[in-house]
């Protein structure tokens, strides 16, 4: 019976370290599931790729704001990640649209990355508004970029490091294509900043062919410094 007693009295004094451990490692735990910065502009767009069911650049052609639905439909030009077909529609939940927000607007041009539909169909880009990131042309001739802003923003910035803004906010298309592509394949390739358009001009396209009733029209007047 003592030694009996003994011995229970011998494991109580582990039972802080048992509760020490178990503190720690739910702690790890609970820091692996805080989203981290990103190390690079490159990291973040990996980052996104990793979690996209799809991915496409498209212009945005119609959108139907029903009562627990939004529907956008995308011209897609260039497929980024997933199969799609010359056209994508993506089912919001209508609640993302709240106090009269509006998350996309008919005309513009944009690389999206989005989460796998649902059983239900519904879908939504990653991380939110930052799977939605604008691309901006000077010119109809010139090289189309993409306005990388919104991902700088997830950086984690050295010490005294500006934040991205119009001198170094964009990256050619064409280089952000393979990193997106590859995202789990090295090397690790991490394209070049550049300066977004300066004073660019609306470009104005001619009307695309939806249907006998339906057209898309040309892109809305942008404020100085913007193209889609």
């Given at each position: 019976m003592a030694d009996g007693f003994r011995t229970r009295l011998d494991l109580g004094r582990f039972w802080p370290l048992v509760l020490a451990g178990l503190w720690a490692l739910l702690r790890a735990v609970a820091l692996a599931q805080i989203a981290q910065p990103d190390a690079s502009v490159g990291a973040a767009l990996r980052n996104l790729a990793s979690r996209s069911g799809v991915a496409f650049v498209g212009r945005v052609v119609e959108i139907d704001r029903g009562t627990g639905v939004v529907t956008v439909k995308f011209l897609v030009e260039q497929q980024l990640l997933g199969a799609v077909g010359a056209t994508y529609t993506l089912q919001e939940w209508a609640?993302?649209?709240?106090?009269?927000?509006?998350?996309?607007?008919?005309?513009?041009?944009?690389?999206?990355?989005?989460?796998?539909?649902?059983?239900?169909?519904?879908?939504?880009?990653?991380?939110?508004?930052?799977?939605?990131?604008?691309?901006?042309?000077?010119?109809?001739?010139?090289?189309?970029?993409?306005?990388?802003?919104?991902?700088?923003?997830?950086?984690?910035?050295?010490?005294?490091?500006?934040?991205?803004?119009?001198?170094?906010?964009?990256?050619?298309?064409?280089?952000?294509?393979?990193?997106?592509?590859?995202?789990?394949?090295?090397?690790r390739l991490e394209p070049v900043r550049h300066p977004l358009p300066i004073k660019v001009l609306p470009i104005v396209t001619t009307p695309i062919l939806l249907s006998p009733t339906e057209t898309l029209q040309p892109p809305l007047r942008l404020p100085i410094g913007i193209a889609r």
């Amino acid at each position: 019976m003592a030694d009996g007693f003994r011995t229970r009295l011998d494991l109580g004094r582990f039972w802080p370290l048992v509760l020490a451990g178990l503190w720690a490692l739910l702690r790890a735990v609970a820091l692996a599931q805080i989203a981290q910065p990103d190390a690079s502009v490159g990291a973040a767009l990996r980052n996104l790729a990793s979690r996209s069911g799809v991915a496409f650049v498209g212009r945005v052609v119609e959108i139907d704001r029903g009562t627990g639905v939004v529907t956008v439909k995308f011209l897609v030009e260039q497929q980024l990640l997933g199969a799609v077909g010359a056209t994508y529609t993506l089912q919001e939940w209508a609640g993302l649209w709240s106090a009269g927000q509006h998350r996309y607007s008919v005309g513009e041009r944009v690389a999206i990355f989005l989460h796998a539909p649902g059983k239900a169909g519904f879908s939504s880009p990653v991380d939110g508004m930052d799977g939605i990131l604008p691309v901006v042309q000077e010119s109809a001739d010139s090289e189309p970029l993409l306005d990388v802003r919104r991902v700088a923003a997830r950086v984690q910035r050295q010490t005294g490091e500006p934040i991205a803004d119009e001198s170094n906010g964009a990256m050619k298309l064409t280089d952000v294509t393979p990193v997106v592509a590859g995202w789990n394949k090295a090397p690790r390739l991490e394209p070049v900043r550049h300066p977004l358009p300066i004073k660019v001009l609306p470009i104005v396209t001619t009307p695309i062919l939806l249907s006998p009733t339906e057209t898309l029209q040309p892109p809305l007047r942008l404020p100085i410094g913007i193209a889609r």
